[in-house]
């Protein structure tokens, strides 16, 4: 509702590029990436993930600075709670504050057909 407000009491009183720059102020992602600095992320996804597409979730890893590790893991289901039953956001925070650094670092990936290496 709240986003809602804002956006209509911007289109009724502001220009358009007004109403963007209050938008994006508040809720671009992007704002929130760059506030952690070089925090390290752990990015999690399914497919088929109809929330949140891969090219999206790919560009919003591209903005983050930091250590990363991504993963992709088929049958997951959306949500908290699939997220909490898999293991590896696990791994990843004991490697972070254990040593300092992600426990595996992707060194090259490639696509044969419908397959991902």
């Not at 088929?48 to 891969?54: D, K, R, V, W």
């Not at 908290?80 to 490697?95: D, I, K, L, M």
Request: hydrophobic content about 35%; glycine content about 6%.
């Amino acid at each position: 509702m709240l986003i809602f407000n804002i956006l209509l009491t911007c289109v009724l009183n502001c220009s358009l590029s007004t109403t963007l720059r209050r938008y994006e102020s508040v809720w671009d992602p992007v704002i929130g990436l760059q506030s952690t600095g070089d925090m390290p992320k752990y990015w999690i996804t399914h497919p088929p993930e109809n929330n949140f597409p891969l090219s999206p979730w790919q560009e919003t890893q591209k903005k983050a600075d930091g250590a990363q590790m991504r993963s992709i893991i088929p049958g997951m289901g959306h949500g908290h709670h699939a997220a909490w039953s898999c293991q590896e956001p696990y791994g990843f925070a004991v490697s972070i504050t254990r040593r300092g650094k992600p426990w595996c670092r992707q060194i090259s990936a490639s696509k044969s057909d419908d397959n991902v290496y």
